[in-house]
């Protein structure tokens, strides 16, 4: 069974080994910069900022996706707005949990998560183009394709076709 909970301080390690022990080419796959994942110190930090803060102050929001109770992925919106819009992210840790429905049913509880919690207008999503998995599970979570466009994402991305997508 599929839950999610907003993410502690005492995740942060969990989130950070997802990112330090994916290999190379998963990482350019989804569409990030392996030598741009920050160190633990500077994730840590950051991350314990963002959860300590009040949910309207955040610029980053994250939710531990759990099966029967297990943590095994975090779905987060970075950058947010609070009353505004947010672009949302969603990673799966273990690939043995991926390709289950497991992404589709949490996305969808975080979805309902942030828009109830934030006071959000919108959410949004900039997937890399030709990451097969994700467009598909935001195709199927009634997300709207906008576009595709050639951008760096963010902080630990480098520039590529991303599809834009919209709920």
């Known amino acids: 069974m599929?839950?999610?909970?907003?993410?502690?301080?005492?995740?942060i390690p969990k989130i950070h080994e997802y990112w330090v022990?994916?290999?190379?080419?998963?990482l350019r796959g989804i569409g990030a910069d392996p030598n741009?994942?920050?160190s633990?110190?500077?994730?840590?930090?950051y991350l314990t900022e963002q959860i300590n803060l009040p949910l309207r102050d955040?610029?980053?929001n994250c939710l531990i996706i759990e099966n029967?109770?297990?943590a095994i992925g975090h779905c987060n919106t970075n950058p947010s707005y609070f009353g505004?819009?947010?672009?949302i992210h969603i990673h799966l840790w273990d690939k043995s949990d991926r390709n289950k429905g497991y992404g589709i049913s949490s996305l969808q509880l975080s979805l309902?998560?942030?828009f109830k919690n934030l006071e959000l207008k919108r959410i949004i999503a900039e997937p890399k183009a030709d990451n097969a998995a994700i467009n598909s599970i935001l195709k199927k979570s009634g997300f709207s394709f906008v576009k595709s466009y050639l951008t760096n994402p963010g902080s630990i991305n480098f520039e590529q076709d991303v599809n834009l997508w919209a709920s």
């Open 68 to 70: 029967f109770g297990k």
């Open 112 to 114: 309902n998560w942030f």
């Open 40 to 45: 633990f110190e500077d994730f840590n930090s």
């Open 84 to 87: 505004e819009e947010a672009f």
């Open 2 to 11: 599929i839950s999610v909970r907003p993410a502690i301080v005492l995740d």
């Open 58 to 60: 955040r610029k980053s």
């Open 36 to 38: 741009k994942i920050p």
């Open 21 to 26: 022990n994916s290999n190379a080419d998963y």
